[in-house]
Each structure stands twice: as structure tokens, then as C-alpha cells.
Nanobody, 124 residues
Framework: VQLQASGGGLVQTGDSLRLACAVSGDGFSTRGMGWYRQSPGKARELVAVIGWTNDYTYYTDSVKGRFSCSRDNANNMVYLQMNNLKPEDTAVYYC??????????????????WGQGTQVTVSS
């Protein structure tokens, strides 16, 4: 399984960006997908998780109401729509896939495959 993230860039506060993650390999439709981010000097942070369908999502508190995660199982794609971006959203964003497990809560997402990061920079 290989993941390729894209869509990062330099934007201003209040702008929007949509990150995309293209996934190759088997089993995409039964893999949970997650988005993480890491800024310098900080630990990698789980931002959003989407279950096998668009009906099930999880967001960390700091992005609730601003970020939205979706997936296209027909095309093996996952997206992170980021609205009303803030300087504190500046980080390298990574997409990740699990091994096809079920969780009691999507907050328990356990990544197994990682994509390369895409830089998001939000200027004030």
C-alpha cells in the first residue's frame, strides 16, 4: 500500500486548502484513513480520521467545524478540506492508512501505512 499526499501550500489566515491523498494497493475501501500533522518541535498530532464510508469521521477539537475529511472509494482517494485556516495550523500534514480494522472509536485509529508529508503554511 502506497500513499501520496498533495495539496499543501502557503496561504493566509482565513483561507482554505484541500489536501488529497492517493492510495494504491488492495483493500482501500475497508481501510480507515487518517490525517496527521507535525510542526517543528512538536509531536505528530492526529487531526482527522474517516472510517470505511463518509458516514464516520473523527476530528481533533482544534479543527472541528473547520476541517472536513471525505473519501472516494471508487478512486482510492481521501481528502482533507481545511477552511478558515489559522497560523497554528501550519505543519507538515501526513495521510495514513490502517490495516483494515474496526474501532470502538475512530479516535483509536492505528496507522500502519504512511504517505510523505505535504507542507501547509498559514501566514498571519
Amino acid at each position: 500500500v502506497q500513499l501520496q499526499a498533495s495539496g499543501g501550500g502557503l496561504v493566509q489566515t482565513g483561507d482554505s486548502l484541500r489536501l488529497a491523498c492517493a492510495v494504491s494497493g488492495d483493500g482501500f475501501s475497508t481501510r480507515g484513513m487518517g490525517w496527521y500533522r507535525q510542526s517543528p518541535g512538536k509531536a505528530r498530532e492526529l487531526v482527522a480520521v474517516i472510517g470505511w464510508t463518509n458516514d464516520y469521521t473523527y476530528y481533533t477539537d482544534s479543527v472541528k467545524g473547520r476541517f472536513s475529511c471525505s473519501r472516494d472509494n471508487a478512486n482510492n482517494m481521501v481528502y482533507l478540506q481545511m477552511n478558515n485556516l489559522k497560523p497554528e495550523d501550519t505543519a507538515v500534514y501526513y495521510c495514513a492508512a490502517d490495516k483494515g480494522v474496526k474501532y470502538r472509536s475512530l479516535e483509536d485509529f492505528w496507522p500502519y501505512y504512511w504517505g510523505q508529508g505535504t507542507q501547509v503554511t498559514v501566514s498571519s
